[in-house]
């Protein structure tokens, strides 16, 4: 049951966050175009755009951080692991998955401490809450959790960071 649970969240996190980085991209890409017509041609630049723009920015590489998890997509150096028997690649992808879980637990912790200090303070430009630009921290790195849970759950522990390639015989 806890399973189907966790497989369920992680597609539909997945989807949210395909949505979001798509709607992110478009953002960023109409402010920039608006900021550079505002300051050449209008002579008139828009003062909070920068600020905006580097906080949709900052959302958008820690969802993709955790989209790239869930697609199992982030670099990795397989060359070792290739050619190792078969025991020895269980004991890196364990070594991988632990040291993974361990940075994204920190991550999360940490974020979520600082975001609560954040909370009451407001961004020079735009006068929202400062936490908006650390939420992506944090928020990316639970989400990377649970892709990373999901994908030791359906591939296992030499699986769980890049394609198995124990089935290569």
Same mark, same amino acid.
């Given at each position: 049951m806890t399973v189907a649970i966790i497989r369920q969240l992680d597609d539909w996190s997945s989807r949210m966050e395909n949505l979001f980085l798509a709607a992110l991209h478009a953002a960023i890409a109409g402010l920039v175009c608006a900021a550079v017509v505002f300051r050449y041609v209008l002579s008139d630049? +828009?003062?909070w755009s920068e600020e905006l723009i580097l906080l949709l920015f900052g959302w958008m590489i820690f969802l993709g951080i955790a @989209?790239? /998890? %869930?697609?199992r997509t982030h670099i990795i150096i397989d060359v070792v692991v290739l050619f190792a028997p078969r025991?020895?690649? /269980?004991? /890196?992808? +364990? +070594?991988?998955?632990?040291?993974?879980a361990i940075v994204l637990g920190t991550l999360s912790w940490f974020s979520w401490r600082y975001l609560q200090r954040e909370l009451p303070n407001l961004t020079p430009m735009l006068g929202i809450s400062a936490g908006w630009a !650390?939420?992506? *921290? /944090?928020i990316g790195s639970v989400l990377s *959790?649970? %892709?990373?849970?999901? @994908?030791? !759950?359906?591939?296992?522990?030499?699986g769980v960071l890049w394609s198995d390639i124990t089935a290569r015989e």
């Open positions: 630049p +828009l003062t @989209n790239a /998890f %869930h697609a025991w020895l690649t /269980f004991c /890196f992808g +364990l +070594l991988a998955f632990v040291a993974t !650390i939420a992506p *921290l /944090f *959790l649970l %892709h990373l849970l999901r @994908n030791l !759950i359906d591939e296992g522990v030499t």
